[in-house]
């Protein structure tokens, strides 16, 4: 059985070991400093040890797309260019580094984010299909604002021209590989889905919109490996009659993997945003801090709806409760059943359970909100014994992604979480050779 710290190949592409930094939302923007910010974000992971790191969801379109404020766009081949100091610098430390490519489509700001829509008042959602009638719904009391612009089959074409054209432009700035955000209510997962997809065009299969969107980022970027995320629909709310089941994720990991995508990540989300994909503790302390009322105000129009936004989140923490590995048996089915590495995410925080994981569930296994709670997680884990029960400090207490509504950085703000890092930083726990 492979172990953490074995090499993996992906496509054409030699990781050096089973650990990944999974994506997070780093809010750099585009700005003067937006490069050094990412280099300060994601570095630390590579000198630590990690063998890929997956740069957070980056956007391919020039306006809209944005699922929180700060994401950085990668439509403009200069800018672009600018991130070689990024990957330069994690292949420095013997890393290799995946952008991921994004795009919201109607779970972008222009839905959900008061203060962006006055802001932008004449810019529409993008969409796959006319929304279904529960997000129709929301609209109608108010939750949620929609003014799509449903996308006629040459709009769809285009949209995949921006994916191509932005995955091609950061293999030109050193990237290793392309993640597609597959998963999280985006606009790929919107495709796939039957809540969201009701097209009666070629595009009203899901499939046909992958495969074209590999056929085009693969005539532009050769062998280079193309990743994807891949959505079961379980956990979506009951009222929710047409989504993406497991089978149905494990039949379309089968598909994607003889279209020739180079691996695979098998993830459960909703269908609207909820806590399915951070699941873990209500964030109390987030909530009441003073510095981000403002900041929620803005985002959610006003402060008597982030007491209802607050209330909700606080239900969800009941249903969405942390589950150790929360997708590992649905990547072990489809591991069962496709000829390229499988990648788990979700709730993996120990040394021994990911050993056990690998060549089991999966091929590699990574983490992301432990990386905000312990940027050089990995020289802990790497370094540990499998036996010896080596786990993140990260309490799951969602305390680092809430604020991010505001455009707030991801950084842990925890004391508990942060006085155990001090302490393993004090015995030279995140030292490397």
């Given at each position: 059985?492979?172990?953490?710290?074995?090499?993996?190949?992906?496509?054409?592409?030699?990781?050096?070991?089973?650990?990944?930094?999974?994506?997070?939302?780093?809010?750099?923007?585009?700005?003067?400093?937006?490069?050094?910010?990412?280099?300060?974000?994601?570095?630390?992971?590579?000198?630590?040890?990690?063998?890929l790191v997956f740069q957070g969801a980056?956007?391919?379109?020039?306006?809209?797309?944005?699922?929180?404020?700060?994401?950085?766009?990668?439509?403009?081949?200069?800018?672009?260019?600018?991130?070689?100091?990024?990957?330069?610098?994690?292949?420095?430390?013997?890393?290799?580094?995946?952008?991921?490519?994004?795009?919201?489509?109607?779970?972008?700001?222009?839905?959900?984010?008061?203060?962006?829509?006055?802001?932008?008042?004449?810019?529409?959602?993008?969409?796959?299909?006319?929304?279904?009638?529960?997000?129709?719904?929301?609209?109608?009391?108010?939750?949620?604002?929609?003014?799509?612009?449903?996308?006629?089959?040459?709009?769809?074409?285009?949209?995949?021209?921006?994916?191509?054209?932005?995955?091609?432009?950061?293999?030109?700035?050193?990237?290793?590989?392309?993640?597609?955000?597959?998963?999280?209510?985006?606009?790929?997962?919107?495709?796939?889905?039957?809540?969201?997809?009701?097209?009666?065009?070629?595009?009203?299969?899901?499939?046909?919109?992958?495969?074209?969107?590999?056929d085009e980022l693969r005539e532009r970027?050769?062998?280079?490996?193309?990743?994807?995320?891949?959505?079961?629909?379980a956990p979506a709310p009951p009222v929710?009659?047409?989504?993406?089941?497991?089978?149905?994720?494990?039949?379309?990991?089968?598909?994607?993997?003889?279209?020739?995508?180079?691996?695979?990540?098998?993830?459960?989300?909703?269908?609207?945003?909820?806590?399915?994909?951070?699941?873990?503790?209500?964030?109390?302390?987030?909530?009441?801090?003073?510095?981000?009322?403002?900041?929620?105000?803005?985002?959610?129009?006003?402060?008597?709806?982030?007491?209802?936004?607050?209330?909700?989140?606080?239900?969800?923490?009941?249903?969405?409760?942390?589950?150790?590995?929360?997708?590992?048996?649905?990547?072990?089915?489809?591991?069962?059943?496709?000829?390229?590495?499988?990648?788990?995410?979700?709730?993996?925080?120990?040394?021994?359970?990911?050993?056990?994981?690998?060549?089991?569930?999966?091929?590699?296994?990574?983490?992301?909100?432990?990386?905000?709670?312990?940027?050089?997680?990995?020289?802990?884990?790497?370094?540990?014994?499998?036996?010896?029960?080596?786990?993140?400090?990260?309490?799951?207490?969602?305390?680092?992604?809430?604020?991010?509504?505001?455009?707030?950085?991801?950084?842990?703000?925890?004391?508990?979480?942060?006085?155990?890092?001090?302490?393993?930083?004090?015995?030279?726990?995140?030292?490397?050779?």
């Open positions: 059985m492979p172990r953490l710290d074995d090499p993996v190949t992906i496509g054409p592409c030699e990781v050096p070991n089973r650990l990944y930094r999974a994506p997070l939302l780093e809010c750099a923007g585009n700005g003067e400093d937006a490069v050094d910010i990412l280099v300060a974000d994601l570095e630390p992971a590579a000198a630590s040890g990690v063998g980056t956007i391919v379109t020039e306006s809209g797309g944005c699922a929180a404020p700060g994401m950085t766009r990668v439509h403009d081949p200069e800018f672009v260019a600018r991130l070689s100091a990024l990957t330069d610098a994690i292949h420095a430390h013997g890393g290799t580094i995946f952008v991921q490519l994004e795009h919201g489509g109607l779970r972008s700001m222009e839905t959900w984010h008061a203060g962006y829509r006055e802001q932008h008042p004449d810019e529409q959602q993008l969409a796959v299909s006319e929304p279904p009638w529960q997000l129709r719904l929301l609209d109608g009391l108010g939750f949620l604002d929609f003014d799509p612009h449903v996308m006629s089959t040459g709009d769809v074409y285009d949209l995949v021209e921006s994916f191509a054209t932005a995955g091609e432009h950061c293999v030109e700035a050193g990237y290793d590989g392309i993640h597609l955000a597959g998963a999280n209510m985006g606009i790929i997962q919107q495709f796939l889905s039957p809540f969201y997809n009701r097209r009666e065009d070629e595009f009203g299969d899901g499939i046909r919109f992958m495969e074209l969107l590999h970027v050769g062998d280079t490996p193309i990743v994807t995320k891949v959505p079961s629909e929710v009659r047409r989504r993406l089941g497991d089978d149905d994720a494990v039949a379309i990991a089968r598909q994607l993997a003889d279209i020739g995508y180079d691996a695979v990540v098998p993830v459960r989300t909703s269908v609207v945003w909820d806590m399915s994909i951070v699941r873990g503790e209500y964030p109390a302390r987030a909530w009441r801090d003073e510095s981000l009322q403002e900041g929620y105000a803005e985002a959610f129009g006003g402060r008597l709806r982030t007491r209802g936004v607050r209330f909700m989140n606080w239900l969800e923490s009941f249903q969405f409760d942390f589950e150790p590995a929360w997708n590992a048996d649905l990547a072990r089915r489809v591991r069962e059943v496709v000829d390229v590495p499988v990648l788990l995410e979700g709730g993996v925080r120990e040394r021994g359970q990911m050993d056990r994981l690998l060549g089991d569930a999966c091929d590699m296994a990574g983490m992301a909100r432990p990386f905000y709670a312990e940027p050089r997680l990995a020289a802990r884990l790497l370094g540990a014994d499998a036996s010896d029960g080596t786990r993140v400090v990260c309490e799951n207490c969602n305390n680092c992604t809430v604020p991010q509504v505001t455009g707030a950085v991801g950084q842990c703000r925890t004391p508990s979480v942060l006085r155990r890092r001090g302490k393993f930083e004090e015995a030279g726990a995140y030292d490397t050779d």
